[in-house]
């Protein structure tokens, strides 16, 4: 198959299928910064083979060997985490950097995590418009502060970048988080993981503190992604017989987006843990009355909204304001793409209602990307309703999930590049 080309495909209304989830590429890339600080005796097994946890990787990897005898350019592309770890990772590093991406990635902000950095004692500075990458960033780390505020709002990224460079700050570190925690369970994520490599930490009210201390010597074994296991709970949803098996997967995870399993029973998916993992059956749905607040999982929001649209759900949703600095505004990307299908999505101060009213499924569409791994999962189940579903530049996936159109196979999908 080749680049940006367009994939073809259709769904089952039956399906019985076992699916391998790569690893978590959140806790992937967290596992490689702190392997990176720990100077490698934290070792990681189970990486996701996604291509933002391959890129991070590669990098360290090049920095590792490039041990700051020169000038280095490091080019990110597409991958934000690995832009706002690096950021910080490179600020304490040996070397002097220049610190770059793709041009979506020069669009978005960055202004809240260089500050925090640079009033650390970081030498960091923009080489292109203020408050965006690409940056700048010297050798002469010289820790001046402890404490630094944050708002917690903005990107939990920005907060886990800090935290796993604390244990390697001199005087350590105590993050005072301003206002709202958008995200919260990945900064538990990140503190947990830490712990592991025997990294103690401190959360009173709203400061986190870590002093400096050293890595002990530890396995972190990446679960598989609950990220991508949410588009199979999209699909069980959405068929008339469902039944997923997905191996290794753990009710009690570090992964915040492991809360699809709570979020989709009253879509009519049932998960039970076997011995195996988890397994996904589909059953009766269950009105939903509330409000669905999305800000402990945002990246779950344009899974779960194309569900429900397709159910012809008029549900409300709160906690995606983050959705408009991703990979793409995503709120707009969702408004573009469900009118497709007859939806609306509705805005009104910070709070986003679908009106189905008139869904309709057309015999045939062609859904862009917008260079999106999330917007191509998202409504990649909605070939169960339309008889002929063409994605465009399939290959995004390849960020979080590469293997997604090959298991949709195996789940008796009918994929064929156009």
């Known amino acids: 198959m080749s680049q940006n080309a367009i994939v073809s495909f259709k769904g089952i209304k039956d399906i019985n299928a076992e699916i391998a989830l790569t690893?978590?590429?959140?806790?992937?890339?967290?596992?490689?910064i702190i392997s990176a600080l720990s100077k490698g005796i934290v070792e990681v097994n189970n990486l996701s083979d996604a291509v933002d946890t391959v890129t991070l990787n590669n990098i360290l990897n090049q920095v590792k060997a490039h041990n700051g005898d020169a000038y280095m350019?490091?080019?990110v592309g597409h991958a934000g985490t690995a832009m706002r770890f690096l950021t910080a990772y490179l600020s304490i590093a040996n070397g002097t950097y220049h610190l770059t991406g793709s041009g979506r990635m020069k669009e978005?902000?960055?202004?809240?995590?260089?500050?925090?950095?640079?009033?650390?004692?970081?030498?960091?500075s923009y080489a292109g418009q203020d408050g965006f990458p690409p940056l700048d960033i010297s050798n002469n780390f010289r820790q001046i502060n402890r404490t630094v505020k944050i708002q917690g709002n903005i990107s939990s990224q920005y907060l886990s970048a800090l935290l796993m460079i604390a244990p390697s700050l001199p005087m350590g570190l105590s993050l005072e988080i301003e206002g709202e925690l958008t995200s919260r369970p990945y900064l538990e994520m990140t503190l947990s993981m830490l712990e592991e490599a025997g990294i103690k930490h401190s959360w009173d009210n709203n400061t986190i503190h870590i002093?400096?201390?050293?890595?002990?010597?530890?396995?972190?074994?990446?679960?598989?992604?609950?990220?991508a296991a949410s588009y199979w709970y999209s699909i069980v949803a959405l068929a008339d017989q469902g039944s997923i098996a997905l191996p290794h997967l753990k009710e009690k995870s570090l992964q915040g987006d492991s809360k699809i399993?709570?979020?989709?029973?009253?879509?009519?998916?049932?998960s039970s843990q076997t011995a195996n993992g988890i397994a996904l059956k589909s059953g009766t749905s269950i009105a939903i009355t509330e409000v669905l607040n999305l800000k402990d999982c945002p990246?779950?929001?344009q899974t779960i909204i194309v569900c429900a649209a397709a159910k012809g759900l008029n549900l409300s949703f709160t906690g995606l304001e983050t959705l408009k600095i991703k990979e793409t505004n995503r709120v707009l990307a969702l408004q573009q793409e469900l009118a497709k299908i007859g939806v609306s999505l509705i805005e009104d101060n910070e709070v986003y209602t679908l009106n189905c009213d008139n869904l309709s499924f057309p015999k045939k569409v062609q859904f862009?990307?917008?260079?999106?791994?999330?917007?191509?999962?998202?409504?990649?189940p909605?070939?169960?309703?339309?008889d002929e579903v063409e994605m465009e530049d399939y290959q995004v996936v390849e960020k979080s999930y590469p293997d997604f159109w090959k298991d949709l196979e195996k789940a008796g999908f009918t994929v064929t590049e156009v």
């Open 261 to 270: 399993r709570d979020i989709m029973i009253p879509f009519g998916v049932r």
């Open 299 to 301: 990246d779950l929001a």
């Open 211 to 227: 002093d400096n201390q050293p890595f002990k010597p530890c396995k972190l074994t990446v679960e598989p992604d609950w990220s």
């Open 108 to 124: 978005r902000p960055i202004k809240l995590l260089v500050e925090a950095l640079q009033k650390l004692g970081a030498g960091i």
């Open 23 to 32: 690893g978590s590429k959140s806790e992937s890339n967290r596992a490689l």
């Open 382 to 386: 909605l070939s169960l309703f339309i």
């Open 368 to 380: 862009h990307t917008y260079d999106d791994h999330r917007m191509a999962m998202a409504f990649a």
């Open 73 to 75: 350019t490091v080019n």
